[in-house]
């Protein structure tokens, strides 16, 4: 017999006196399973989330009323973050209408040490059963490696591809630069945007981008037809540029530097 059984034997012969032991995490799993199945889920969208607290708590999306995600938050990115994220990360994909997609949300005031997003994914059959959970569609950006990342067909990016042929209303001022316009473009997508910076870990755009001008438009367009526009502009530029250098290369050689040399004359 072990010394706890020994100390547990003795005070359970002691008169109006027993020992109890709460099993916080289960109890915790119980009421939480119960308020989800109480909740009516709610479209996923920026404006749907706008006034939920940003506070800590747990989180289930639907798609076409079927779970396929459980998340949880802290206090650094909460509920209202946290869910606005993934409102955004719905938009402008193949396969994809946002409103298919929906959600319910638990603010859970009293957060111990416990893994509660653990807990309700075992509970709902495991990853296996969640087809959004271990899919990388909670990833953030993956930073090493990211442009050339390969993917497994069941990743998120893999089933719904972000559509860069999206259309939407979009304008460039006569003379803005192909920087200035990209960052506004980068501000507005729901996806990440890169381009060349000026070298290193420098957070400046390369000269080039910075130095190309764009003509004006005004309408709608998409992230494809933007882009080729960039391209278009930024090979005019480069076509310019060795037009001009080719152009001095030839003078130079034509001509003499010097106006007191007796060669400056064209030969």
């Given amino acids: 017999m072990t010394e706890h059984s020994e100390q547990k034997a003795e005070v359970d012969t ?8 709460f099993d916080l995490p289960h109890a915790l799993l119980s009421e939480l399973v ?9 479209e996923l969208t920026v404006a749907s989330v706008v006034n939920i607290p940003d506070g800590q708590g747990v989180y289930q ?3 076409d009323d079927e779970l396929v995600y459980i998340g949880k938050t802290d206090g650094d990115a909460g509920l209202k973050s946290r869910l606005s994220r993934h409102a955004s990360k719905m938009m402008h994909r193949h396969n994809l209408a946002p409103e298919r997609v929906s959600y319910k949300a638990v603010r859970v ?23 959004w959970n271990g899919s990388g569609f909670g990833s953030n950006d993956p930073g090493k490696e990211r442009d050339t990342t390969k993917v497994k067909e069941s990743n998120f990016d893999a089933l719904f591809p972000i559509d ?9 001022e ?3 630069s192909a920087a200035s316009v990209l960052a506004r473009l980068k501000s507005l997508l729901s996806y ?32 494809r037809d933007l882009l080729n526009m960039f391209v278009t502009q930024l090979l005019c530029r480069a076509i310019l540029s060795c037009t001009k250098t080719i152009s001095a290369r030839f003078l130079a050689v034509r001509f003499s530097l010097d106006p007191l040399d007796p060669r400056a004359t064209p030969r």
């Fill in 174 to 176: 006569e003379g803005e």
């Fill in 164 to 172: 860069i042929d999206y259309e939407f209303e979009f304008e460039v």
């Fill in 61 to 63: 999306l639907y798609l």
């Fill in 192 to 223: 990440t945007l890169r381009y060349q910076n000026s070298g290193g870990r420098s957070r400046k755009p390369h000269h080039d981008i910075d130095c190309t001008c764009l003509t004006s438009f005004s309408g709608r367009t998409s992230v």
């Fill in 14 to 21: 002691v008169t109006g006196y027993v020992e109890f032991e």
């Fill in 109 to 131: 005031f009293v957060f111990t040490a416990m893994d509660l997003e653990g807990d309700l994914i075992r509970h709902y059959g495991g990853v296996k059963e969640l087809a």
């Fill in 34 to 42: 119960e308020v989800f199945d109480r909740t009516r889920a709610a």
